[in-house]
């Protein structure tokens, strides 16, 4: 199984980044998908995750009303759209699938891609 993150990058304050996350080895259909993110000097924390089907999203408070997070399962790979960034916004972005639920905690996720740094200028 292969999870391979793209699209981040260095983009000024206010601005938008769309991150994609390609799966490989794996039917995406049976997996719960989700975005962590771990800035420097911190641990890393939860961003977004959405079910299945697409039918249910749950976001970080940071986040939420900024932040999109979607899934094309015939493509294989799930998205987070990332609109009005914000220098606390600065991490390496981690996509993760998981087969048990919708979830914060990383522990429930079997998968992990290898990250895309995202860096927000003031």
């Known amino acids: 199984v292969q999870l391979v993150e793209s699209g981040g990058g260095l983009v000024q304050a206010g601005g938008s980044l769309r991150l994609s996350c390609a799966a490989s080895?794996?039917?995406?259909?049976?997996?719960?998908a989700a975005w962590f993110r771990q800035a420097p000097g911190k641990e890393r924390e939860f961003v977004a995750a959405?079910?299945?089907?697409?039918?249910?999203?749950r976001y970080a408070d940071s986040v939420k009303g900024r932040f999109t997070i979607s899934r094309d399962n015939a493509k294989n790979t799930w998205y987070l759209q990332m609109n009005s960034l914000n220098p606390a916004d600065t991490a390496v972005y981690y996509c993760?699938?998981?087969?048990?639920?919708?979830?914060?905690?990383?522990?429930?996720?079997?998968?992990w891609g290898q990250g895309t740094h995202v860096t927000v200028s003031s």
């Open positions: 959405i079910t299945r089907t697409g039918g249910d999203t």
């Open positions: 993760a699938a998981g087969a048990v639920a919708l979830s914060a905690y990383g522990s429930r996720y079997n998968y």
């Open positions: 080895g794996l039917t995406l259909s049976g997996y719960f």
